[in-house]
C-alpha cells in the first residue's frame, strides 16, 4: 500500500527528511514538499549567493548521514577543515536527492511550489495558498527559522531603507553604495552583512546590548570525557570553565547536549535562557578564521564598528542611511505561521516549552495538542522543537533527526 508524505518546507530540514525517507523506502512511497521556493534545499540559511558567506561549521561536519561522516567532504572536493560557501550545501543536498530518488523505484517525489495555508487532520491534508489541496497520511513540519525578532520601537524607525530581514532575496541591494548603516545585533548575520556591504563601500556599525562577536573556529585538542549527568546549566559552565580547550569541550558535549537539556527543570532551562543564552550562543556558534580575518580588517579600516550598548538610542542618535535588524531568529514567531496557527485553531498543536516554537514529544518529534498528547502523524523538525530540545537548529542534529524520524514513519 502507498504511503503519502508531505513535508511542509522545503529548506535543508526538510530535504534531509526527504533524503532519509527516500534512503530508506522499500514500498511505494509518494512524497511531497511544499515550499514556495523554486530551488530546494535552500531556505535561508543557504540561500544566498554571496560566495564570500561560509558556512559557520567546518565542511566535515555537514554530511547528510551520521555514518558517513565525510560524504560531504567528498562531494565538495574539500578538506574536511574547509569553510564552504553556503549556497554548495543547498546545492549538494538537491544533488543528493535527485540521485536517491533515481535509484529508488519506490518513491515519486514531487514539489509543490507553493505555500502552505492550512492543514486540516480529517482526512489529514495540506492546503496551500495557490489552492493545492495534498492529502497525506503523514505530515512533516519543517518550516525552518523565523524572521529576525522586531525590538517595540522597531516600528518608529525612520531611515531612508530599513530591513527587518535581510536574508530576503535582493534586501541588501536596496541599500546604495557608500551608505552609512547601523544593524541592530552583532551576531553571525552581522557579520555576513557587514562583509557584504563594505565591499560596496559602505561604513557598518552593529550594536547590541553586551557588543559580544562570535568567537573563532579553532583547531581542537582531544575531546575530553564528558560526566554522565549534570545537575543544573552552572554545573556545566563549571566543567565547560574547568577545561583547558573550551572549544574541545564544547565539541565533545554537543552529542549530549539534548539529553542534558531535558535533565533540567523547567526554572533551570528558565534560567538559562535568562542568563546564559547570549554567552552560549557567542561560543557555540562561531565564525571561520578567514571570515574572522576580514572582519577584523574591515574594523580596522573604519569600515566596521562595533558597539555596546542601547540599540535604540544608537539608532536616533545619527541620520543613518539603513537600518537592518541582525537580531536572529523570534523564537517566538514561529507558532504564528500560516500552517501552525490553522493546527491551533484546531486544539492540534500548543506552543513549546518557554515560548519556543511548538511543543514535541522528545524523542518521537510527534506534536502534541493542546491537551499535551500527541494522537495525529505530524511531526516536527528543526527549530521549531526548540523549546523540547533546545539545541536543534544546526546539521549535525537535525540530520539524526531525520534519520530517526523517516525509520519511524515508515516502520
Not at 529548506?11 to 523506502?25: K, P, W
Not at 501552525?340 to 513549546?352: D, E, M, T, Y
Not at 502523524?377 to 530517526?404: F, H, K, M, N
Request: proline share 7%; aromatic share 6%.
Amino acid at each position: 500500500m502507498r504511503r503519502n508524505i508531505s513535508i511542509v518546507g522545503g529548506g535543508a530540514a526538510g530535504v534531509l527528511v526527504a533524503i532519509h525517507l527516500t534512503r530508506t523506502a522499500s514500498v511505494p512511497l509518494h512524497l511531497t514538499i511544499v515550499e514556495p521556493r523554486e530551488r530546494l534545499a535552500e531556505g535561508v540559511a543557504y540561500s544566498t549567493p554571496d560566495s564570500e558567506h561560509l558556512l559557520n561549521v567546518p565542511a566535515a561536519g555537514m554530511s547528510a548521514y551520521v555514518e558517513d561522516a565525510l560524504h560531504f567532504v567528498k562531494w565538495a572536493e574539500c578538506s574536511p577543515q574547509d569553510f564552504i560557501p553556503r549556497h554548495r550545501y543547498a546545492d549538494y543536498l538537491r544533488s543528493e536527492l535527485q540521485r536517491l530518488t533515481h535509484v529508488n523505484p519506490h518513491v515519486a517525489l514531487q514539489h509543490v511550489r507553493d505555500s502552505a495555508h492550512a492543514i486540516s487532520t480529517s482526512p489529514l491534508r495540506v492546503s496551500t495558498v495557490g489552492g493545492h489541496d495534498v492529502l497525506a497520511d503523514v505530515v512533516v513540519l519543517a518550516l525552518g527559522n523565523a524572521a529576525p525578532f522586531k525590538p517595540d520601537w522597531y516600528s518608529h524607525l525612520t531611515a531612508p531603507v530599513v530591513l527587518d530581514d535581510p536574508w530576503v532575496p535582493g534586501a541588501l541591494e536596496t541599500i546604495p553604495d557608500q551608505s552609512k548603516v547601523l544593524c541592530v545585533g552583532t551576531g553571525l548575520t552581522f557579520v555576513d552583512v557587514a562583509l557584504s556591504l563594505t565591499r560596496r563601500g559602505c561604513r557598518v556599525t552593529g550594536v547590541s546590548r553586551h557588543g559580544f562577536l562570535p568567537h573563532i573556529h579553532a583547531a581542537q585538542s582531544t575531546l575530553p570525557l564528558v560526566p554522565t549527568e549534570f545537575d543544573s546549566p552552572t554545573a556545566v559552565s563549571r566543567w565547560l570553565r574547568s577545561q583547558s580547550d573550551w572549544q574541545a569541550a564544547l565539541t565533545a558535549l554537543r552529542p549530549h547536549t539534548q539529553v542534558i537539556w531535558q535533565s533540567f527543570s523547567a526554572p533551570q532551562q528558565a534560567s538559562f535562557l535568562r542568563h546564559a543564552r547570549r554567552y552560549w550562543d557567542v561560543h557555540r556558534h562561531r565564525m571561520s578564521q578567514n571570515v574572522a580575518d576580514k572582519l577584523q580588517l574591515a574594523i580596522h579600516r573604519g569600515l566596521v564598528t562595533v558597539l555596546r550598548g542601547d540599540a535604540q538610542r544608537v539608532a536616533a542618535q545619527s541620520p543613518w542611511d539603513a537600518i537592518i535588524l541582525c537580531t536572529g531568529p523570534d523564537d517566538a514567531a514561529l507558532i504564528n505561521t500560516a500552517p501552525l496557527r490553522s493546527l491551533a485553531s484546531q486544539g492540534h498543536v500548543r506552543i513549546g516549552p518557554h515560548g519556543k516554537g511548538i511543543d514535541t514529544v522528545p524523542d518521537s518529534g510527534c506534536v502534541r495538542n493542546r491537551d499535551g498528547a500527541a494522537p495525529l502523524d505530524i511531526y516536527a523538525i528543526g527549530p521549531l522543537r526548540q523549546g523540547t530540545l533546545w539545541e536543534c537548529t544546526a546539521i549535525p542534529e537535525i540530520r539524526s533527526e531525520a534519520q530517526r524520524l523517516a525509520s519511524r514513519v515508515l516502520a
